[in-house]
């Protein structure tokens, strides 16, 4: 449940290099410019990376401020190479939309229940309202499109 709020997708894709010569496309792929991607390698079947693109202004100690993040595992399977992707925006993205079209609706509900109320609280709900259903989309945006630049340079194929 927390996965499917947090916009979270885990993908099991097929390659047909060996686990060797994946590992090392991957290494190829953080330098790799004209992608705006970043990572690491964590171990030899193991690497992370993100997208540069930054959506969070402020710089706060443990705070992820890139738009996307990808983990990667490479394993070997009956029909080849296999890699296990998890993709997820930045977890602040899905939370912010989902406070903010919660808070939406609750100011719009109370500047239309209480007649004493100014219209400036329909406004300011509805604008938060806005705000969460535009940002939701917002961040499966950016989590697809880390995972399609990275499922395309890869060349992989998607196990069904």
Not at 107 to 124: E, R, S, V
């Amino acid at each position: 449940m927390l996965q499917r709020i947090l916009n979270v997708e885990e993908v099991i894709y097929s390659s047909n290099l060996n686990e060797e010569n994946l590992m090392r496309r991957v290494e190829n792929l953080f330098e790799q410019k004209s992608l705006g991607l970043a990572g690491k390698i964590i171990s030899e079947d193991e690497f992370t990376a993100y997208e540069k693109l930054i959506v969070i202004g402020w710089d706060m100690p443990y705070l992820r401020r890139k738009a996307a993040y990808l983990k990667g595992k490479i394993t070997q399977g009956e029909k080849g190479t296999l890699i296990k992707l998890k993709v997820s925006p930045n977890s602040f993205l899905p939370i912010f939309a989902i406070v903010a079209a919660i808070t939406g609706v609750i100011i719009t509900l109370i500047g239309l229940l209480n007649t004493h109320a100014d219209k400036l609280f329909l406004i300011f709900g509805i604008a938060f309202f806005t705000l969460g259903i535009v940002y939701y989309p917002v961040s499966t945006i950016l989590r697809n499109r880390l995972k399609n630049k990275v499922t395309k340079y890869l060349n992989l194929s998607k196990v069904q």
